[in-house]
């Protein structure tokens, strides 16, 4: 038995962010009422492994993975409200991490919702499921999205890194311009720039990869640390 991480409250608030927006994507793309269908991707670059331990109520959770398939449904329920032919709302999922514990759980999370939330059994053919680095998987991504799904480029990507540096403005550049109605929701921990400030090669490098290192006066780093 291995214990679920723990989930605090700015990451409850990032899913509450995630959820309302998803849906709310849903709902705008399909305002047109005569829209039949339509079909996008989720890409969730950090899913970890989708069940978690609450930090104040220590009760069970869920993690963006099962979120994202939550909010979908919310979409589809609100887009067919008071109609008697329903509009199909089709989704892609990937869900990328690098943990192999934390996508053996999201596997066996999801087939255990599955048997309780019926919603599920339509999505389940559109999940898929990856161990692997986000940056060494991304081109994968931009062709299977591109080339394997009718989305015709509309995609959401998911990058909530938790530290920082890791999703690059090179990765970012990438999707924004090889997915063509792509739209990216990065995450990274603001604090943990400013805890960690200092002219380190290995600080400097994660600032490189974000892309920042050339707008920073190195030769007033302490000051721009308080």
């Not at 599920?120 to 990856?130: E, S, T, V």
């Not at 299977?144 to 799904?149: E, F, M, Q, R, S």
């Not at 109605?181 to 002219?199: A, P, Q």
Request: aromatic share 12%; proline share 2%.
């Amino acid at each position: 038995w291995i214990a679920s991480p723990t989930l605090d409250e700015h990451s409850k608030i990032k899913h509450k962010i995630y959820s309302q927006y998803i849906t709310a994507y849903i709902d705008t793309l399909m305002s047109n009422y005569n829209i039949p269908q339509m079909e996008f991707s989720i890409v969730d670059g950090f899913s970890g492994g989708g069940m978690y331990q609450d930090s104040i109520t220590a009760k069970e959770c869920y993690g963006s993975p099962i979120v994202v398939l939550d909010a979908v449904h919310s979409g589809r329920v609100l887009v067919n409200v008071n109609r008697q032919k329903l509009r199909e709302v089709k989704a892609n999922y990937f869900f990328v991490d690098n943990d192999k514990q934390a996508i053996e759980t999201l596997k066996a999370t999801i087939s255990t919702l599955a048997n309780e939330r019926v919603h599920y059994n339509q999505d389940l053919p559109n999940i898929h499921i990856y161990k692997d680095n986000f940056e060494d998987r991304l081109d994968y991504l931009i062709n299977a999205i591109n080339l394997k799904t009718k989305s015709r480029g509309k995609a959401i990507f998911l990058l909530d890194q938790y530290g920082y540096g890791k999703a690059t403005v090179k990765s970012l550049k990438k999707i924004l311009t090889k997915v063509s109605k792509s739209e990216v929701i990065l995450t990274f921990n603001i604090d943990s720039v400013y805890r960690y400030f200092s002219e380190k090669d290995e600080f400097k490098v994660s600032l490189v990869n974000l892309g920042i290192s050339d707008y920073i006066n190195w030769k007033q780093y302490k000051e721009l640390k308080k």
